[in-house]
């Protein structure tokens, strides 16, 4: 194990690896990478991995386009594959939602995505087993899919590793080592070792639900709470053979198709499905009243889903800041602290841009700095809180 780095990122999970993997482009120097379990072991391994191509937010616009580019040609770019499936994606709306929806798919138009509104009549020829009742709008966005999320984690620290990052798994950093204003280094230790201190100027947390507490240790409150996500599986039969993925705005659900005829789906509503815990207490437990829910909303929409076995699924953590919006960025009392933290379930998608527009940030490239800017951690103690103007009150993961 290195006693010292140029740069050491806390969390092995999507958002720590492709930090590294982008740092270790822009040639920072010795980046370290520590994990105190195993790559893709938390919320990454247990994620959906919908790559949606839409996002309702306008300032994350970017992140997603930039990001949907990356997956497009990951197989290039990082030298194995991600297992991307193109589904397409299609977001229905209600009457209420219906401008907002033209919005954000004007915004990915211009930010070059392939994605479209369509009137009601496109929408049942692109997806003739739908039932579109209490649907005014939907937009379809062919390129859209999902990709397996460790394999994507394992595929880009192969890359970083490739680059020169070293990668050091089991091991818990338990504290930022800070002296003054300036970051030192952090404290290490493995299971069975002894607590070890290793120096860096540059210290990057990407640690997902457990960012909160180390943070903390020097002196930081972000509020951000974890919650246990629940995702139905579902066997399909042989009445709905396949279907894109789907965001459905009227009835708040998620649903995409797996391999092996299967289904997954759940909440986009954030009082269903997003339950407040300990991210170290999480039951696990994917109960029968939110399968109900979801299936109930499901089955509006396929009712050939009727015959279809339920195989119950699994929960996962999320981690939401107060906006419900990712906290990326410094603060200027510190120097050499960066977060990449409560992604609010959106953050696989999005974990390409966010690992190369902070890697530009950290070395000074203003521009980089300026995409990431809205998303500053001080922007909940000086008033900056992202809402938008239509939605200034509900939040969730579509904002
Ligand atoms: C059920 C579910 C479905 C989702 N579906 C989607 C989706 O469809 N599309 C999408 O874009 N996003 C989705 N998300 C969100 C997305 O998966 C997350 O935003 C993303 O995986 C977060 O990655 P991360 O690297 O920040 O966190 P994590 O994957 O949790 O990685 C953080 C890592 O830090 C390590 N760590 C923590 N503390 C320490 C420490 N002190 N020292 C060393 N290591 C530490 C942990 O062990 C962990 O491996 C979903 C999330 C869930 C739970």
Redesign the pocket.
Known sequence: MPVTADAII????????SIAYHLAQQQLGRILL???????????????????HLTLQPHAVDLFARSAAFFAEFDELVGASCEFVQTGSLVLAGAEQAERLATAVAAMQTAGLNVKILSLDELTKIEPRMQIDGIAAASFAPGAG?AD?VLA?QALAAAARRLGVVIKQG????KIVLQGRQIVGVE?TTSTGPVQTISAPLVII??????G??LESVGIQLQLQPVE???VCLQRSFTLHTHPSLLDLTTGI?A?PETGGLTLS?SINPKIGHEPINPDGADGYVHDDYILWTMRRLLQRYPQLKTSQLRTG??????ISPDWQPVIGTWPHLLGLYC??G?????????PAVGDFLARMIIGDSAAAHQLALFTPTRFSTGKILRTEQDGKRYGLLG
Do not use: C, K, N
């Open positions: 806390v969390g092995g999970g999507i958002i720590g690896v520590l994990e105190r379990d195993v790559l893709a072991g938390a919320t990454t391994g247990r994620s959906v991995a919908s790559i949606d999902y999320p984690t091991q818990l950093v338990t290490t990407a640690a997902g639900a457990w960012s507490e180390l996500h629940p995702v998620y995409r759940g699994w929960t996962g953590i999320m981690t990449a933290v992604f609010s379930g959106q953050g696989f998608q999005i974990s």
